[in-house]
T-cell receptor, first 113, second 111 residues
Framework: EPEVTQTPSHQVTQMGQEVILRCVPI?????FYWYRQILGQKVEFLVS????????KSEIFDDQFSVERPDGSNFTLKIRSTKLEDSAMYFC???????????FGPGTRLTVT | KQEVTQIPAALSVPEGENLVLNCSFT??????LQWFRQDPGKGLTSLLL?????REQTSGRLNASLDKSSGRSTLYIAASQPGDSATYLC??????????FGAGTRLTVKP
């Protein structure tokens, strides 16, 4: 069964450093999402991406964040200058078409020290 | 602003029991509602998706209902098993993209 994959599974970085989280969507899916879950808190929507552009973003997704699909397969989330409060589990999700089920990857645990 | 609440926060039942998990949301203008399962330290596994025009969906021992007018959804698990132990999340989709999650119900099924 096709699945969403994410790399790395765990990333430790120092405050102020840039990180790139990677996701490989299910192959025939067209809509892509990033969510985060701070330990012990709810899963929060960050951004949605369709047709090579952002379709919606939350108030969390400020200028420090960016997304792209550089090579037609990977979908990446970049945090330019990490802060301690960026420590969280980051999930990628993909969807075949709008309004269908979203399928989540296993997540990347980001730890900012 | 859409708020999603799940009650109870935690539930412990003996194996074989039927159980109901509750999800409520404040804005009835939803696009769809999705139930997920999350095992500790893992990603989310989709269980059921209910579109706003539907009343219920079934998959195996799981049945989810949706009452948009009252802002409620329930997830019914029949004949619970220890392998059902996990956190169950409901997520409400408003508009085309933004999905709002509840905090989850942590279910423990004792053998």
């Amino acid at each position: 069964e096709p699945e969403v994959t994410q790399t790395p599974s765990h990333q430790v970085t120092q405050m102020g450093q840039e990180v790139i989280l990677r996701c490989v969507p299910i192959s025939n899916h067209l809509y892509f999402y990033w969510y985060r879950q701070i330990l012990g808190q709810k899963v929060e929507f960050l951004v949605s991406f369709y047709n090579n552009e952002i379709s919606e973003k939350s108030e969390i997704f400020d200028d420090q964040f960016s997304v792209e699909r550089p090579d037609g397969s990977n979908f990446t989330l970049k945090i330019r200058s990490t802060k301690l409060e960026d420590s969280a589990m980051y999930f990628c999700a993909t969807e075949r078409a709008l309004g269908y089920e979203q399928y989540f990857g296993p997540g990347t645990r980001l730890t900012v020290t | 602003k859409q708020e999603v609440t799940q009650i109870p926060a935690a539930l412990s039942v003996p194996e074989g029991e039927n159980l109901v998990l509750n999800c409520s949301f404040t804005d009835s203008a939803i696009y769809n509602l999705q139930w997920f399962r999350q095992d500790p330290g893992k990603g989310l596994t989709s269980l059921l998706l209910i579109q706003s025009s539907q009343r219920e969906q079934t998959s195996g021992r799981l049945n989810a209902s949706l009452d948009k007018s009252s802002g409620r959804s329930t997830l019914y698990i029949a004949a619970s098993q220890p392998g059902d132990s996990a956190t169950y999340l409901c997520a409400v989709r408003r508009g085309n993209n933004d999905m709002r999650f509840g905090a989850g119900t942590r279910l423990t099924v004792k053998p």
